[in-house]
C-alpha cells in the first residue's frame, strides 16, 4: 500500500510540467564541486557550488544518471562521482597513513570510472577530451586551486562541464540519449503494479531521514540470510520492478528533500504526506503542524484559524474532500528504515480530526504565547530538561496517529507528562502541558459514554466536581499565599509538596493548611488576607474531606486545576 501509493505519487509530479522531479533512470543529487575543461581536456577551473543556508554550506543538486548501489566492491557512478573515483585518491587510515591496498583499490576506482565513459558515451571528441583529462590530470595541478585539499579530505561528489557548456557533461544530450541502458534480465511479474518487468535487486537508498544513515537506508532490504527463503536472493524474495523501485525511492527522496515542505520531524520520527492529487491541504497540513520560525512564533496560528473557518470561506473548497490523503512516518533502524506509523484517508476527514484536536487543546494561556501549540511542542513536554532528543520514540506515532484518525490520544503521552510534571520542579506546569492534559481526559470521557463527568473548561470553573481539581485550585492558592507573603521565595511549597499532594493528598494538606495561616499572618494588607481566607473556604467547600489516593485521571486533573487557578490569579492582576 505505501509503495503504491509512492509509486502513484511519481506518476502525479512527472506529469505535472511546473515539478522537476528526475525522469526514468535520473536523480537529483548534492554535487559540491565541478571540475571545468575545455575541448582538449585541460583543467579551467574548479567550482564550488555550495552556498550557506543557516549556519552551513550546502551544496546545489543537479541532474545526474541515477547513483549505484554501493556495496564493498568497486561500482562507478556516470560521469560523476566521488574524488577517490574521479581522481584515484586512496583512503586515509584515522592515524592520516595510507597502506599498499588503498592505493591499489584507488587506482581500480579510477579504472572503473572511466570504463563507465567509454561503455556508455557515444566517441566524440567531448569524450575524448573527458578522457585525455582523466588520464593526465595529476596532483600538482590540482594543487594550484586553494579548495583541492579540502576535496581530497572531504572525497566530496565531483562534476565535469566543458567551459562553454552552461550544463554538466552528464546531461548531455550524447548522454541522456543513450541512458538508462536497457537491461535485458528476465522479466518478473511486479508485486505493487501487477506489470512485468525486471526484479529490483538492490533498492536506492533513501536520504532525509533524520539520524539514518548519511549514505542512506533502505525500506525494503534482504542483506542477511536469514531474511531469505526458497534459494530467493535479495529483492528477488519480494519482486518489485526496477521501474516501481525507481517510482517509489525517488519520490521518497523528493518528500524528503532539504527543503521540501511535505516534510515535518516528529521527535526522532520524520513524517512525510500527501494527496492524490495537487491541492491547497498539503501547504496548510505543513504550515499547522510544522515548526513557525523562532522569530515569528505566531506563525501558524492563522492558518489553524484558516482551518477553522474554512466552512465559512470556502478556502478549501479545491480540496475536494473526498480526495485521499496520505501520512507516513519514518524511523531510522542502523541501515534500514522503520514505518513508524502510515494513516490514510480523506481530506475531509483529515481536516475535521485536525480541528477537533486543536479544539481540544484550547485553553486560557498569557495574551503572549501562541493560541496554538504544534505536534513537536506537544511531544517536548514529555523530555527531561526540554531535550527532543530524550522523547521517547514510540510517542510522536502514536500521538500524530491519535490526532489524524481522532481517537482517543495515547496513554504513554499522558503519563510521561504526568511523570514531567511531577519531576520539572518550578517548571512543571506551562499551558502545552495543561492543555494536553485537558484534551486527553474531555476525549476520554466522549469515548466512555458510561462516564458521568464534567469535561474539563478552557479557564477556571470553580462548580468543577472533581476532588483533583480542587485540590490542584487549593495548592495554586497555598503557593500564591506564601509568595506574597514571602516575596523572592527560593522554593514554593508546590516547588517542595507538589509530588505528594497529587497522590496521596491526606499526607500533605493538613500541614499545608496550618501553614497557610502563618503565611496569612505576614501580610500587610487586611482585604487580601480576607481575600485569601473566602478563595480557601469556597474551594474547601467542594471537599468532605482529603482522600488517601488520587488516580491517575484526578492526578490530571489536579494539574489543570492547579493551572487554571494560577492563570485567574494573573488575570485578576492584569485586570486591576
Request: net charge neutral; with cysteine.
Amino acid at each position: 500500500m505505501i509503495i503504491q501509493a509512492l509509486t502513484h505519487y511519481y506518476d502525479r509530479l512527472s506529469s505535472d510540467p511546473e515539478n522537476d522531479i528526475a525522469p526514468i533512470g535520473w536523480a537529483k543529487v548534492s554535487i559540491p564541486f565541478i571540475v571545468v575543461i575545455d575541448s582538449y581536456g585541460e583543467l579551467i577551473q574548479i567550482e564550488d557550488t555550495r552556498q550557506q543556508q543557516n549556519t552551513k554550506l550546502r551544496a546545489k543538486e543537479f541532474l545526474v544518471p541515477q547513483p549505484i548501489k554501493k556495496t564493498s566492491g568497486i561500482a562507478a557512478n556516470l560521469l560523476w562521482e566521488n574524488a577517490g573515483y574521479v581522481f584515484g585518491i586512496p583512503k586515509k587510515e584515522k592515524d592520516g597513513t595510507i597502506d599498499e591496498k588503498s592505493f591499489s583499490r584507488a587506482i581500480e576506482q579510477k579504472e572503473a570510472f572511466i570504463s563507465n565513459i567509454e561503455e556508455f558515451v557515444h566517441d566524440s571528441s567531448k569524450r575524448a577530451a573527458c578522457l585525455k583529462f582523466l588520464r593526465e590530470i595529476t596532483d600538482e595541478q590540482l594543487s594550484k586551486f586553494p579548495i583541492w585539499e579540502y576535496i581530497k579530505d572531504d572525497n566530496s561528489n565531483i562534476g565535469i562541464r566543458f567551459v562553454d557548456d552552461l550544463h554538466l557533461y552528464c546531461q548531455d544530450d550524447d548522454v541522456k540519449s543513450v541512458y538508462p541502458p536497457k537491461d535485458n534480465a528476465e522479466l518478473r511479474r511486479c508485486i505493487v503494479s501487477g506489470e512485468l518487468d525486471t526484479p529490483a535487486r538492490l533498492h536506492t537508498a533513501i536520504k532525509g531521514v533524520a539520524y539514518a544513515n548519511t549514505s542512506g537506508a533502505n525500506i525494503v532490504s534482504f542483506n542477511l540470510r536469514p531474511f531469505e527463503s526458497y534459494g530467493k536472493k535479495q529483492g528477488e524474495n519480494a519482486p518489485i520492478g526496477n521501474l516501481t523501485m525507481f517510482k517509489y525511492t525517488t519520490a521518497l527522496s523528493e518528500l524528503l528533500s532539504f527543503n521540501s515542505k511535505q516534510k515535518i520531524q516528529v521527535g526522532n520520527t520524520t513524517m512525510v504526506f500527501w494527496s492524490d492529487k495537487k491541492t491547497s491541504f498539503e501547504t496548510l497540513f505543513y504550515q499547522v503542524f510544522g515548526e513557525p520560525p523562532k522569530d515569528n512564533p505566531h506563525a501558524n496560528t492563522h492558518y489553524v484559524k484558516s482551518l477553522f473557518n474554512s466552512p465559512h470561506t470556502g478556502e478549501l473548497i479545491d480540496n475536494e474532500p473526498d480526495t485521499p490523503f496520505f501520512v507516513l512516518g519514518l524511523s531510522p533502524n542502523k541501515a534500514r528504515i522503520s514505518i513508524r506509523f502510515w494513516v490514510t484517508g480523506k481530506i475531509g476527514d483529515f481536516s475535521s480530526h485536525i480541528k477537533q484536536h486543536f479544539d481540544d487543546l484550547s485553553i486560557i494561556k498569557h495574551h503572549n504565547e501562541p493560541l496554538f501549540c504544534t505536534i513537536h511542542q506537544l511531544l517536548i513536554q514529555t523530555a527531561p530538561q526540554g531535550d527532543y532528543k530524550k522523547i521517547p520514540p514510540n510517542l510522536a506515532g502514536d500521538l500524530m496517529t491519535a490526532i489524524l484518525q481522532g481517537t482517543p490520544y495515547p496513554l504513554s503521552v499522558y503519563q510521561q507528562v504526568l511523570l514531567r510534571i511531577r519531576n520539572d520542579g518550578k517548571y512543571r506546569m506551562n499551558s502545552q502541558r495543561a492543555s494536553f492534559i485537558k484534551a486527553y481526559l474531555n476525549r476520554r470521557l466522549r469515548v466512555c459514554s458510561n462516564l458521568q463527568e464534567k469535561e474539563l473548561q478552557m479557564a477556571l470553573d470553580v462548580d468543577q466536581p472533581s476532588i483533583g481539581y480542587q485540590l490542584g485550585r487549593l495548592m495554586a492558592t497555598l503557593e500564591k499565599i506564601q509568595s506574597e507573603a514571602n516575596p523572592g521565595i527560593n522554593a514554593t511549597v508546590a516547588d517542595r509538596y507538589y509530588g505528594s499532594a497529587c497522590s496521596t493528598p491526606v499526607t500533605v494538606f493538613s500541614t499545608l493548611l496550618r501553614l497557610m495561616r502563618h503565611h496569612l499572618s505576614k501580610m500587610e494588607s487586611p482585604g487580601r488576607r480576607i481575600m485569601f481566607e473566602k478563595l480557601i473556604g469556597e474551594i474547601l467547600g467542594h471537599l468532605s474531606d482529603f482522600p488517601a489516593h488520587l488516580n491517575m485521571n484526578e492526578q490530571g486533573k489536579f494539574a489543570v486545576g492547579y493551572y487554571h487557578q494560577k492563570q485567574d490569579f494573573y488575570t485578576k492582576k492584569e485586570s486591576e
